[in-house]
């Protein structure tokens, strides 16, 4: 059926209508949420307002709300960006994570804190965890874990010493572009990557660039920088390096494993109460005899608590002594988890709860 030009009108009279409506709605939620911050002040509490358990029960309430046409995805990223305008309205968030601008951990930051904070690239994951530790940021974003590749050693050992613990966690997609100037594969020369994300593309790189030099560098922002200045290059990116260094794709979305996902932790000073759907990461280090490990494990079966990771590092301190990083499904506060983790603790040399949080919302 076609519109005519009357009723065309009419319904864009109707969005415009609606969107003063909610540009209302907006500002009075704001408003509401500048005043719940001035009477947490009343009752003495100072520094940010920023509770990871309230946004994920509104996250999955507007999901579990949601009538469509909006997809779940979408709805969700709306409500995170509102949210993300609230709290800065009561006090913006300053989030550190591992740079330059560009990065996936930096896409994984506005992802789970949306764009209304101030960010703090840092050059290394042991500076994400010191500027946290100092209170120069407030919170700060690591990768823990990629599908492809495995464990973040470095993020695992700074866990070992520091006294800060898991607020949350974000999943996040990783897609891989071929970014270049050029206009073709043949005329490429060399390509720039951080050395996971070559790693991630291996297969495609063999079969597509089989005798172009594979250069790696410090970051893949970096390498979109390096892509900029030399049309015989190319970077391996993600879309936000692209956009930054105005580098387009040539070829999208190379990644060997079209699930490829990285895992990052959202680490802080706070501790965070359940939501029902939570995880709990611990530490802990077992005695040097048959069967330690296992005697570790047991109090989970035997009391039905899911182990959803486990990884094992070196202690840093002594020959061939190791500590084992558990994730475990529920909170702390919950009574069948605090039951396991008494009885593990038991049984171990150390035992080291590194924090419950809220499971990601939407891995995507």
Known sequence: MSISANDLKQLRDRIDALDEKILRLFNERAAIAIDVAEAKRAQGETGNFYRPEREADVLRHVIDKNDGPLKDADVAHLFRALMSACLSAEAPLTIGFLGPEGTFSHAAALKHF??????????????????VEAGAVNFGVVPIENSTEGVVSNTLDNFIDSPLKVCGEVSLRIHHHLLTTSDSLNTIQRVYSHQQSLAQCRRWLTANLPHVEQINVSSNAEAARRAAEDMTAAAIAGEQAGELYELPSLVSNIEDDPNNTTRFLVIGQIDTHATGEDKTSIMVSSRNEAGALYKLLEPLARHKVSMSKIESRPSHRGLWEYVFFLDIDGHISDPAIAEVLEEISQQAVMLKSLGSYPKSVLDL
């Open 114 to 131: 949306g764009y209304a904070v101030n960010i703090s690239p840092l050059s290394s994951i042991d500076d994400v965890f010191r500027e």
